[in-house]
């Protein structure tokens, strides 16, 4: 599967954003998917996830009650809503897949990246 995430901009605190990650092919059902964020000079960091058929969720501690994630298979498109936004959510935030359950939060259980998307939260 082949990912692309978008939605990201400039925004100032206490904003709302809604990134979409769109998969291409037939299997984009088939994985669950993650979407984590890389601030300037920082490691890449799980931020939220959501299984196969999107009945269970997964969140950082520090997004969980700010961020909601959900998916429509039907559009092959996994949303992620931002809102009460900090300027610590600064970040590049990217998608990936993972093939079976989410069992393991960290980078490098998931594939498939996308390019990234930008969003940067003004004070």
């Known amino acids: 599967v082949q990912l692309q995430a978008s939605g990201g901009g400039l925004v100032q605190a206490g904003d709302s954003l809604r990134l979409s990650c769109t998969g291409s092919g037939r299997t984009f059902g088939h994985f669950a998917i993650g979407w984590f964020r890389q601030a300037p000079g920082e490691e890449r960091r799980f931020v939220a996830a959501i299984s196969r058929s999107g009945a269970r969720t997964f969140y950082a501690d520090s997004v969980k009650g700010r961020f909601t994630i959900s998916r429509n298979n039907v559009m092959n498109t996994v949303y992620l809503r931002l809102d009460r936004l900090g300027t610590e959510d600064t970040a590049v935030y990217y998608c990936?897949?993972?093939?079976?359950?989410?069992?393991?939060?960290?980078?490098?259980?998931?594939?498939?990246w996308g390019r990234g998307t930008l969003v940067t939260v003004s004070s």
């Open positions: 990936a897949a993972r093939w079976g359950p989410v069992d393991d939060t960290a980078p490098a259980a998931f594939g498939s």
